[in-house]
């Protein structure tokens, strides 16, 4: 490449000074710089002043390499690189051209180095990256008692923090006190910030003992409180920092006051922290715009949320995701698909955190086509290889029950994660299938992908349904094993699953086991006992429960009253029920109702289930649930006048349910009224109604085998139906011996 042509000085002895006055005057660029240069070694003169090295490198250091080197070449023809500042600006040169191995060998070559050798090569590191080898080079120079600058400080302290190494951080600070570097603000300011990562004591130390604060340390200390959660400290310091005057509010500490705000669900201060972010004319910064979004949304108040994101003066796609993920929060998905198309409208594209949202509500609408659609959003824009979006995805198809697809993607993965294994042992006991989720955990054993609490949830799951005693003991050990039995969700599930094995003494065995109770922990234990029987066990659990000062939600209390249900007392449950307002605080829901419905019906006292149902909201009456529980009651006491009523109820409300259709066919039969039960099941085939068969389940040889009434599908289904013959023939003949002996 060919320099420009500069005009040459009329004098060849005032090259040096030509540049000298040209590099003062600062009009050149790097090209004239080293074009002056070459053309000065054209003309035969040579450079007699070794002060004009650094800024001709410096020059060169924008350049390709090449052109350094020549120089470099040429100074060392001049035996310039003897002088120890010659050296430090060749080192220096290819340090920040990212020629390390050439700065080395120049630092290795120099006959001395000083303080500013040291630092460069220490600085060179630290810059690009390489932590280790830069505090590598620090040590060594802290032997030989080297004079570090401010910047080989603060990226030094910064290193420490980026490595997480605090014991190495300590030994820096004590280093930099015994230095008399401790007063200098940027560096109060790196430690204050290595020590906001990981440990907030050391930091509100170095924080009160600091003379001057500017606004970076007001915001550091703000930062750290809102990373370690303690948001309140974190708005109390904010409060402490605006009212001092002399401190100008940035940007950046409004975006981690706006985020304390978020996380604390402080709405009242959100809109005060606003209030400052416009008078101080913040309002224009995009992160700050993204963090006032942000926390409306989380806060629910997606009105100031739409506003503040109106306007504002630019956006860019995090705008659109912060809104669009508070939409999602809280279950607005279809506000959120509208937006997402604004989006592609205003012409930004989505991203990684934009799909995964999207498929949220697919999986909420269960909505198989948008699933489709997100999925060659997916392909089209290259996003097949990001984990969080095909894991995502997965969870997605899962959900929509097309789990087949699920695995399609699962087993195209080259790296499958904790999240990917657990994501697809998910979706199998979604679909139903919690035999395929077992073996998907066993291979996954076998891959020797360490499962986390939520792979571990799934897994529980899948033996709640099989209800294998053996098998879930099995599930517990691995919970145990892997040191995941005492967190409250693993605990819960494990008692959940003895429960629906029958094993009401394992369940609570595992409840006691469970260091911090909650209130779902308890409500599980007391729904435990319901669904086993113990109806007086759960009363006696509510009262424990409220000794230990939990207060029933309206979960708790609806186990309670299926307990009462389930167990016949149903004088305690309507006192229950009649005082869950004013004991508990709790209003009564549709699900509450529903259960009442049950209870008074399998007394025998529908009349009372009936005032019950008169007496509620109307707009709770339209409840298939309990207009079915008073349908089951009618069926078994054969009240086929006021099942009637009930039945046209169930019909109308749930009329794609088999259920409803067949639990009024079998009142009309019992009560002898053939031609209304044909009629129901006519209804059936004339409406298209999907029919769910009931099963049995048995398990032979480690896996569970479903068997339906008329189902030929099994590969021994021949030998099934000849043994099902042979015991039909054995109750005939038993039947006939009872027959006989009367």
Not at 184 to 211: H, K
Not at 270 to 284: A, E
Not at 501 to 527: H, T, Y
Not at 588 to 609: I, T
Request: aromatic content about 8%.
């Amino acid at each position: 490449m060919r320099f420009p042509t500069i005009p040459l000085a009329p004098i060849l002895p005032n090259w040096n000074l030509g540049i000298k006055d040209s590099a003062n005057r600062k009009w050149w660029d790097s090209w004239e710089a080293c074009s002056r240069y070459h053309q000065m070694k054209k003309a035969g003169a040579q450079l007699t002043d070794p002060t004009l090295v650094h800024s001709i490198l410096k020059a060169c250091s924008s350049l390709p390499v090449r052109h350094g080197k020549s120089i470099h070449a040429s100074l060392l023809k001049q035996g310039f690189d003897s002088l120890t500042s010659t050296g430090n600006s060749i080192m220096d040169f290819y340090m920040k051209t990212g020629a390390l191995d050439s700065a080395l060998f120049v630092f290795d070559s120099m006959r001395s180095c000083d303080s500013v050798s040291w630092n460069i090569m220490i600085h060179g590191h630290l810059s690009r990256g390489a932590s280790d080898k830069g505090l590598w080079w620090f040590r060594q120079a802290r032997v030989i008692a080297f004079e570090p600058n401010v910047s080989t400080l603060v990226l030094a302290i910064h290193a420490c923090r980026s490595l997480g190494d605090m014991e190495e951080g300590l030994k820096m600070h004590g280093y930099i006190i015994r230095s008399g570097f401790l007063d200098i603000p940027s560096v109060q300011n790196s430690l204050l910030s290595m020590y906001a990562d990981t440990d907030m004591e050391r930091a509100e130390e170095l924080f009160d003992e600091m003379c001057e604060r500017d606004v970076i340390s007001w915001s550091v200390m703000i930062g750290g409180y809102v990373q370690t959660g303690e948001t309140q400290m974190a708005l109390q310091l904010f409060l402490e920092m605006a009212s001092n005057a002399s401190i100008e509010l940035d940007g950046i500490t409004m975006v981690s006051v706006l985020k304390a705000c978020a996380n604390t669900g402080d709405i009242s201060m959100g809109r005060s922290v606003h209030g400052v972010v416009i008078c101080r004319g913040l309002d224009y910064d995009l992160f700050v715009g993204n963090s006032i979004i942000d926390m409306y949304s989380k806060c629910d108040d997606h009105e100031s949320a739409f506003k503040a994101f109106n306007e504002m003066p630019c956006r860019n796609t995090v705008s659109w995701n912060s809104i669009i993920s508070g939409l999602v929060r809280t279950e607005k998905h279809s506000e959120a698909l509208s937006l997402f198309y604004s989006m592609g409208k205003a012409g930004f594209r989505a991203d990684e955190v934009t799909l995964v949202n999207l498929l949220q509500s697919c999986k909420y609408f269960v909505d198989p086509f948008q699933c489709k659609f997100i999925h060659s959003i997916v392909i089209r824009w290259g996003y097949e290889l990001n984990e969080l979006v095909i894991n995502s995805l997965i969870d997605a198809y899962s959900k929509c029950d097309l789990i087949e697809l699920a695995w399609k993607l699962f087993d195209r993965l080259n790296t499958k994660d904790t999240v990917s294994w657990s994501a697809m042992i998910a979706g199998f006991n979604h679909c139903g299938k919690p035999d395929e989720a077992i073996a998907l955990f066993q291979e996954m054993n076998q891959a020797q992908e360490k499962p986390n609490g939520v792979t571990i949830l799934s897994l529980l799951e899948a033996f709640s349904v099989s209800a294998d005693l053996k098998r879930s003991k099995w599930a517990h050990g691995i919970a145990i094993r892997r040191g995941l039995a005492a967190e409250v969700a693993v605990g819960t599930a494990i008692l959940d699953m003895y429960a629906k094995c029958g094993e009401i003494g394992l369940s609570r065995k595992a409840f006691d086991q469970i260091p911090e109770k909650n209130i779902v922990s308890w409500g599980a234990m007391i729904a435990a006992c319901g669904m086993n029987g113990l109806a007086r066990d759960a009363l006696a659990l509510l009262s424990e429960m409220k000794l230990h000062g939990l207060k029933p939600n309206a979960v708790t209390t609806l186990s309670v009253l299926s307990a009462c249900s389930h167990g016949g007392l149903v004088e305690e449950g309507l006192s229950f029920f009649e005082n869950m307002v004013q004991d508990h605080g709790v209003e009564p829901g549709l699900e509450h109702y529903s259960c009442m419905v049950d209870m008074l019906s399998r007394a025998g006292k529908l009349n009372s289930a009936m005032n019950l149902i008169e007496k509620m909201p109307e707009r709770m009456r339209d409840g298939a649930g309990l207009w079915g529980a008073l349908l089951s009651a009618c069926r078994s006491s054969g009240n086929s006048r006021l099942g009637a009523g009930a039945a046209f109820r169930v019909l109308e409300l749930e009329p794609q349910s088999s259920a409803g259709y067949f639990l009024a066919s079998s009142m009309y039969a019992a009560s002898g009224l053939w031609a209304d039960a044909a009629r129901m099941r006519w209804l059936v085939k004339a409406r298209g109604v999907r029919v769910v068969a009931g099963y049995s389940l048995v398990h032979v040889e480690d896996k569970a085998w479903r068997f339906v009434a008329g189902d030929e599908s099994h590969p021994r289904a021949g030998e099934i139906w000849g043994v099902v013959e042979q015991l039909h023939d054995c109750m005939k003949i038993a039947e006939r011996n009872e027959s006989d002996c009367s």
